[in-house]
């Protein structure tokens, strides 16, 4: 069961009598309670997001609004950092793969952020729906197949299932052919793992895909990104690809698994539908937790509290949507006024397929093993020590294993998408041995995405 943080309980001399810790064990045990101590001082605070560096974090929805609705006071190119540009943040700390500058929409501003936007936002509008919620549900009923007939009929569901179906999505979407594809999976994986050279590993798949399809154009988002009227050079092109990677795949995988422990939990009322629970997770789980660092453009005073100019300023989605000010009037407001997906014009631009994507990955779950439970609490999970993400660390379940995989009892595979249908000279028409199929025990050797390309086809 996790303890209430108790700010009076802290020994002297602890960290914490300074600044509070947003990150460690101690947050991870009870991000709640850490949000709410902050409160008690006003609508922001000095808090330590990662050793030796200190943001002013957000935790009111009113004020979080103000900072993200008022883009001529604060702007996102961390080219600003005031304590960045002095030296005085770690040159390894893990604040920085966050928070440092990339040329993407993210951290532009003015007219640089509005081409580039613009490029992204166009690109995912043509995402045919019905071809999005058919990619997920391939996605997880590969990932389904995988552990559902072993005997133990047992799976920890973030690492087996959450984690890896945004991977496979969206290397589906980019139209990555199967080597590229393991790569950006072990890269961007690496990345939030904190594994070294994980950047370089992600930067050199995604260089490749881009020089492929400058050679070889297709029917996915790489494609439509190069070729979109705002004329992005190969470098721009990376760079909102990562975005999208990066913005899209962790935070999905927090809501797909929160939303499946919510649902499964033992406080869920029968019968509500799977968009509930994703609803509620977006209000009171927000998956990105504290991030969009902000940088005041000159001295702000907010509520009292001095900001000063190119110091950043961090939003806590969770702790603005949890707001006990904004909980008392809630009922009145829109389902879709939390700020899981931001606000201003920085707001993600994918809020609706990431909605799908959750729904249709929740969904698959409970379709494929309809007697699926939690073996623990909801209550008693643990969340990620992390300040960027509400995630839960693991997410364990048992249900009554499925048969054998073979064609009479695995669900119907879907024909691959066509921009992964085989191609003369391409490495994916190779021939398989005769008689290759997708069992539990896969005999292609390559990484997920490889794998799971051969079960599409059968092999």
Same mark, same amino acid.
């Given at each position: 069961m996790q303890q209430p943080f108790d700010a009076q309980e802290i020994p002297p001399g602890c960290p914490a009598h300074g600044n509070v810790q947003l990150y460690g064990p101690s947050f991870g045990a009870d991000p709640d309670g850490h949000y709410a101590h902050l409160r008690a001082s006003g609508p922001s605070s000095a808090v330590d997001i990662a050793p030796d560096v200190q943001v002013e974090l957000i935790t009111s929805y009113d004020a979080a609004l103000y900072v993200l609705q008022n883009p001529a006071s604060f702007v996102r190119d961390s080219r600003r950092w005031n304590a960045l540009n002095d030296g005085r943040v770690p040159a390894d700390s893990p604040a920085l793969p966050m928070m440092s500058y990339r040329p993407n929409a993210l951290f532009s501003d003015g007219a640089a952020h509005a081409r580039l936007r613009q490029a992204v936002t166009d690109s995912l509008s043509t995402v045919n729906e019905l071809q999005l919620i058919r990619q997920t549900q391939q996605s997880a009923d590969y990932l389904i197949s995988r552990f559902s007939s072993?005997?133990?009929?047992?799976?920890?569901?973030?690492?087996?299932?959450?984690?890896?179906?945004p991977l496979l999505v969206f290397?589906?979407?980019?139209?990555?052919p199967p080597e590229i594809g393991d790569r950006v999976i072990a890269g961007i994986s690496g990345i939030f793992e904190g594994t070294p050279g994980s950047d370089e590993v992600l930067g050199g798949a995604l260089t490749e895909l881009i020089a492929l399809k400058r050679r070889?154009?297709?029917?996915?988002?790489?494609?439509?990104?190069?070729?979109? $009227?705002?004329?992005?050079?190969?470098?721009?092109?990376?760079?909102?690809?990562?975005?999208?990677?990066?913005?899209?795949?962790?935070?999905?995988?927090?809501?797909?698994?929160?939303?499946?422990?919510?649902?499964l939990g033992e406080e869920w009322q029968s019968g509500l539908?799977?968009?509930?629970?994703?609803?509620?997770?977006?209000?009171?789980?927000a998956p990105i937790a504290n991030y969009a660092a902000h940088y005041p453009t000159h001295d702000v005073e907010l509520a009292g509290r001095l900001l000063r100019a190119n110091d +950043?300023?961090?939003?806590?989605?969770?702790?603005?949507?949890?707001?006990?000010?904004?909980?008392e009037h809630r009922q009145?407001?829109?389902?879709? $006024?939390?700020?899981?997906?931001?606000?201003?014009?920085? $707001?993600? +631009?994918a809020k609706d397929p990431a909605f799908m994507i959750a729904v249709t990955a929740v969904e698959t779950l409970l379709n494929r093993l309809p007697d699926i439970e939690m073996r623990v609490p909801f209550k008693t999970l643990a969340w990620a020590p992390t300040p960027w993400s509400r995630s839960l660390v693991t997410l364990p379940v048992r249900f009554t294993p499925r048969p054998g995989s073979s064609a009479a009892t695995?669900?119907?595979?879907?024909?691959?998408?066509?921009?992964?249908?085989?191609?003369?000279?391409?490495?994916r028409s190779a021939a398989r041995p005769p008689g290759a199929t997708g069992s539990a025990a896969p005999q292609h050797k390559g990484g997920m995405f490889s794998r799971f390309l051969a079960w599409t086809r059968g092999e």
């Open positions: 072993e005997p133990r009929g047992q799976a920890e569901l973030m690492a087996e299932y959450a984690q890896p179906l290397s589906d979407l980019f139209g990555c070889r154009p297709a029917a996915d988002l790489t494609t439509r990104l190069m070729e979109h $009227a705002a004329q992005l050079s190969d470098e721009e092109v990376l760079h909102q690809l990562v975005t999208l990677l990066s913005g899209g795949t962790a935070p999905l995988t927090a809501a797909i698994g929160t939303s499946s422990a919510l649902y539908p799977v968009e509930d629970a994703i609803a509620q997770t977006l209000w009171n789980y +950043p300023v961090l939003v806590s989605f969770a702790a603005a949507n949890t707001d006990p000010k904004l909980t009145q407001l829109s389902a879709k $006024a939390h700020l899981a997906f931001g606000a201003g014009p920085h $707001a993600c +631009p695995e669900p119907a595979r879907p024909q691959a998408p066509a921009s992964q249908q085989p191609m003369p000279g391409d490495q």
